[in-house]
């Protein structure tokens, strides 16, 4: 069993940097790939970027690359995302995923743990 935990959620303006993190429980975190989703009111949930078990091989939605970073520090059992020139269209709640698998991969049905989630505002 994994827990997640999110931090790092709040409001910026339009072209401000926010870093979401994600602390995991459990051992052998390098056995699970970990990816960040995010849900915008009225809409579906949707794959924003993933990373693989050994940090190695990363994947991102369109809508943000060359704008967000995803790393892990499997030592601290944690997950980043580095959101960098935000814009409104970024508002959402951010969740944190776990797998177990080490490969990435961007669609949520293969996820097996969720954290809460972290509401992220982007202002104009």
């Known amino acids: 069993q994994v827990q997640l935990v999110e931090s790092g959620g709040g409001l910026v303006q339009a072209e401000g940097s926010l870093r979401l993190s994600c602390a995991a429980s459990g051992r052998a975190f390098s056995m699970n790939a970990m990816g960040w989703f995010r849900r915008a009111p009225g809409k579906e949930r949707e794959f924003v970027a993933t990373i693989s078990g050994s940090g190695s091989n990363t994947y991102y939605a369109d809508s943000v690359k060359g704008r967000f970073t995803i790393s892990r520090d499997n030592a601290k059992n944690t997950v980043d995302l580095r959101m960098n020139s935000l814009k409104p269209e970024d508002t959402a709640v951010y969740y944190c995923?776990?797998?177990?698998?080490?490969?990435?991969?961007?669609?949520?049905?293969?996820?097996?743990?969720w954290g809460q989630g972290t509401q992220v505002t982007v202002s104009s």
């Open positions: 995923a776990a797998r177990n698998s080490r490969l990435i991969a961007n669609k949520d049905d293969v996820y097996d743990y």
